[in-house]
Structure formats: structure tokens, C-alpha cells
């Protein structure tokens, strides 16, 4: 069985749109389209995404739910993920790969890898019977990792562009839900006027 994990430290992204760039011998304008497409799918202003790769040629590995069984050590903090490819939880024999996004900050809003030197993901070794009572751990150093350096060029405005719109349309729901509860209370002032003033009649 062997297990592959990659963490998107931001020099790593950077020298993977290089090389594929190299590779492709694309133009300027179809490098920053595989960037964008790239950084889209890490989400790294949000999300921590590790890409874990498994090739089992042993017995079947049980993993659902697999977000029980994978972990990501911030120091002493543990984190769970916050999604994952949903194929990790059905039984495996062969190959499967796909990301595993952990977050990026806590519940009020600090980065977690902040002042942070190294992580740690840790796989409970009992999703097969090969590693069983064993842990399956990768490290990194993340203390000169910085995804905001990334976010420069056409890549990150069509990012910004898409994140920007996204708000447009939560903030024009909330206007719509706002309105119908104005609406609402102004047909109720209205209904209590004209009974207050049938009673002043009276």
C-alpha cells in the first residue's frame, strides 16, 4: 500500500504553473488561465487543501467516514476537514486520489498557521489491515509559506471578480428577504392605523 500526500505550500504552486507552462510551451495568457483554474480549486485564501493520492494493492481499506479518520496537527490544535472527496468514504482496492480541505482560520477569524513552523497530517492506520495500531503521518514546514503572494496578476482578479459576484448575489437576497420583511410590517402598520383610528371614531 502506498499513500502520497501534497501540501500547496505557495512555492509549490508557483513552480507547478511554471512547469506546466514550460511543458505545454503556453502563451502568458494560458499560464494565468491554469493558475486561475489551479487556485480556484485549492481555495487557499479559505482552506488548507492537502491532495492525498492512495494506491492499495492489499487488502481492502474501510475508510467512511473518512473525515474520522484523517487529521491535521496546527501545533497542539487538532482540525478536522472541512470537506473532502466523498469517494474516500467507499471501500478501496487500487487507486483513488483527491483533496482534503482543512481550514484556514479559527472560529474568530485568526489564521490558524499563524507563528506556526510545521504541520502535521496524520491517517488512523486502522483503515486497513496492513498499517493496523499504526498512525500514517507526513510533516511540513510551513514557517516561510505565504498564499498571499499568489494572489497577484489576471489569475487573481478573475478570483477577486468571482468572489466579488458571489457577495453581489448573497447581498441581493438578503436586500429581497429584507424587503418582503418590510413589506410585511409596513401592511401590519398599516392594518393597526386604521383600526386605531375606527376606534377613535367610536
Known amino acids: 500500500m502506498w499513500v502520497t ?3 500547496y505550500a505557495s512555492e509549490y504552486v508557483d513552480a507547478l504553473v511554471q512547469s506546466e507552462a514550460e ?11 491554469y493558475k486561475y483554474q489551479l487556485l480556484k480549486t485549492l481555495n487557499l485564501n479559505a482552506y488548507i487543501p492537502i491532495f492525498v493520492a ?15 479518520h484523517i487529521t491535521l496537527w496546527v501545533g497542539k490544535k487538532k482540525l478536522q476537514p472541512v470537506d473532502y472527496d466523498k469517494r474516500f468514504n467507499f471501500k478501496l482496492q487500487g487507486k483513488r486520489d483527491g483533496f482534503i480541505y482543512f481550514p484556514r482560520y479559527d472560529e474568530k477569524g485568526k489564521p490558524v498557521l499563524q507563528g506556526v513552523k510545521s504541520i502535521r497530517l496524520t491517517i488512523n492506520g486502522n483503515v486497513s489491515p496492513v498499517t493496523m495500531g499504526k498512525t500514517i503521518d507526513y510533516i511540513w514546514d510551513v514557517v516561510d509559506d505565504n498564499p498571499e503572494k499568489l494572489y497577484t496578476g489576471k489569475a487573481a482578479a478573475r478570483l ?11 447581498l441581493n437576497d438578503q436586500k429581497k428577504e429584507l424587503e418582503g420583511q418590510l413589506a410585511e410590517v409596513e401592511s401590519e ?6 383600526r386605531v383610528e375606527e376606534l377613535q371614531r367610536q
Open 54 to 68: 492512495i494506491d492499495n494493492r492489499g487488502p481492502a481499506m474501510h475508510m467512511a467516514p473518512f473525515s474520522d
Open 160 to 170: 477577486e471578480l468571482d468572489r466579488l459576484i458571489k457577495r453581489l448575489e448573497k
Open 5 to 7: 500526500a501534497t501540501y
Open 189 to 194: 402598520l398599516q392594518q393597526v392605523q386604521k
Open 23 to 33: 511543458k505545454n510551451l503556453w502563451t502568458a495568457d494560458e499560464t494565468e488561465q
